[in-house]
């Protein structure tokens, strides 16, 4: 059974920095493209950042710059580092991996940033 448990979530000031977890079992990060997705209120979801198994990285123009994507394949575990944070960054923010065998959805994490 996959299971993708994120943390890490909370409350930022803007300006601040968060840094998200997303640790996995039943499926390898390294084996597929893992990414981060977000859903702000009202909003649909969309792609943050992705890494792919060669390692390469892809992200949204609104976070450019500010956010980084890495795994660590010993502990099979992705991670967002999230920087000079804006109040727009507010979301729920979902740890995803795609395999040749399926897509994996974590719970999701808020992240809150007050201005």
């Known amino acids: 059974q996959v299971q993708l448990v994120e943390s890490g979530g909370g409350l930022a000031q803007a300006g601040g920095s968060l840094r998200l977890s997303c640790t996995a079992s039943?499926?390898?990060?390294?084996?597929?493209?893992s990414g981060w997705y977000r859903q702000p209120p009202g909003k649909q979801r969309e792609l943050v950042a992705a890494?792919?198994?060669?390692?390469?990285?892809n992200y949204a123009d609104s976070v450019k710059g500010r956010f980084t994507i890495s795994r660590d394949n010993a502990k099979n575990t992705v991670y967002l580092q999230m920087n000079s944070l804006k109040p727009e960054d507010t979301a729920v923010y979902y740890c995803?991996?795609?395999?040749?065998?399926?897509?994996?959805w974590g719970q999701g994490t808020q992240v809150t940033v007050s201005s």
């Open positions: 890494l792919t198994s060669g390692g390469n990285q």
């Open positions: 039943g499926v390898i990060f390294s084996f597929g493209t």
């Open positions: 995803n991996v795609q395999t040749i065998v399926g897509a994996y």
